[in-house]
């Protein structure tokens, strides 16, 4: 069945020009992942990798946002400022009433908020990049410098202008794939980030020859992610009854578990690996209240081992963040005019405010469920290492006990591959439908 249709895929020319498209701005991704800032010592760089095998939250946060830190990269911070842009102008759209109308236009309105969203970027971005420059030039402990940080107009400068330009790319050759190719494309970018890092995981386990555990962790893996789409595609029909016609006719309106899909996960990590930034700055200062502070960050929010705060933490940020997304996404009173106005109702509810007010609440509800859902899967590592430790593990050999893909990355990578089914689902009935005209 599945070389069936993967033939039928194949044999469709629109599709394959798009996904071959798509292959290729990928490619092209990783390959800028590779090119280092101009004004790095390149001898500097053997430190970092040390570093990110010993703090592989970090590493992961990296691949996540689309980076290439490992390599000091030109895309160096990926399409987190763009992230963080849209937290932020999204957050302000609650409080600036020029935003707040724009949101209530549709379409049109939503483009125009797309576009101060990237525009702001610009202004994050470049402040990100300094403060990641100095952020890495202090955690790296050599004799030789990641970039020479006294010659400001020389080589900061410039670093800067290169790193926010890389993610300006990023942003690009996104929106080049939601264009010309296949799925969104800041989602495509940031699935090649995450499974990138898989490859190296697997053959850690084989070069040690732990084979067994190796395949442990493959069928939970499967496991996992056969439990995630079920959770991803189960959904509540709301029975909907429309009396336009005439006569009663029966439908549904479906409303998702999983709501927010990926987002809380990517907003959640972007803000989340902060405490631990910060901890490596202040803790390299020697000693004082400022080493001191950043001692206790390490300890509690380090995610090579994570305190029951940073647990804590990670887990209301997701769930909080599904509420906020699902707040901003999905318009009960929209929808409630529009099912009014087709002539429906829901049974028992009236139509108007109060059939608003059901879908919110069966929306919180469902959100509760899959918010707490995403958030256990992504603190389930930290909360599984925690435990082996209680119960007398040995762990000495450091890391946390994961999948082959961490918890955050299964919900990224099973979220993406199930919109590019729907996608390419969509592309193949307009394919079949165009034969007949």
């Known amino acids: 069945m599945v070389l069936k249709n993967l033939s039928k895929i194949l044999s469709n020319p629109e599709i394959k020009k798009k996904a071959i498209f798509t292959l290729a701005i990928i490619a092209l991704y990783k390959l800028l992942s590779y090119v280092p800032v101009p004004g790095v010592n390149l001898a500097a760089l053997d430190y970092i990798r040390e570093f990110l095998a010993a703090n592989q939250g970090i590493a992961f946060f990296s691949a996540l946002m689309g980076g290439g830190l490992e390599n000091f990269s030109i895309v160096l911070m990926g399409l987190s400022p763009y992230i963080n842009a849209v937290i932020i102008v999204q957050l302000l759209t609650v409080v600036i009433p020029h935003l707040e109308n724009l949101k209530k236009e549709g379409e049109q309105g939503q483009k125009k908020i797309n576009n101060y969203t990237r525009w702001f970027t610009v202004p994050l971005a470049f402040a990100q990049s300094y403060g990641m420059i100095l952020v890495m030039n202090t955690i790296v402990q050599s004799e030789i410098p990641l970039i020479n940080t006294s010659d400001f107009w020389g080589t900061v400068l410039p670093a800067m202008i290169v790193i926010t330009s890389g993610t300006l790319l990023l942003m690009w050759l996104g929106d080049m794939i939601n264009e010309r190719g296949l799925g969104n494309g800041t989602s495509m970018i940031i699935f090649a980030g995450v499974l990138s890092g898989v490859p190296q995981h697997i053959f850690g386990y084989i070069t040690i020859g732990n084979y067994g555990l190796l395949a442990g962790l493959l069928l939970l893996t499967l496991a996992v992610i056969y439990i995630i789409i079920k959770f991803t595609e189960g959904y509540r029909k709301i029975p909907l009854i429309y009396t336009k016609t005439g006569r009663d006719e029966k ?187």
């Open 251 to 437: 439908s549904f309106f479906p409303i998702r578990v999983n709501q927010a899909g990926m987002v809380p996960i990517i907003f959640a990590i972007s803000i989340i690996t902060f405490p631990s930034l910060i901890g490596q700055v202040l803790a390299n200062r020697g000693s004082g209240t400022g080493a001191d502070i950043g001692q206790f960050l390490l300890e509690h929010f380090s995610m090579n081992n994570p305190g029951w705060a940073y647990i804590a933490i990670y887990f209301l940020l997701v769930l909080a963040f599904s509420f906020f997304y699902i707040s901003i996404t999905f318009n009960t009173e929209e929808v409630a005019e529009n099912i009014q106005k087709r002539g429906g109702y829901i049974p028992a509810v009236r139509p108007g405010k109060e059939t608003a007010d059901f879908l919110a609440r069966v929306s919180n509800h469902l959100n509760l469920y899959g918010g707490a859902f995403l958030a256990l899967i992504a603190v389930f590592p930290y909360v599984a290492t925690k435990v082996a430790v209680m119960a007398g593990i040995d762990m000495s050999g450091g890391g946390n006990i994961d999948f082959l893909i961490s918890g955050a990355g299964l919900i990224i990578v099973v979220g993406v591959i199930l919109d590019l089914v729907r996608r390419v689902d969509a592309e193949m009935k307009t394919h079949d439908y165009q034969r007949f005209f």
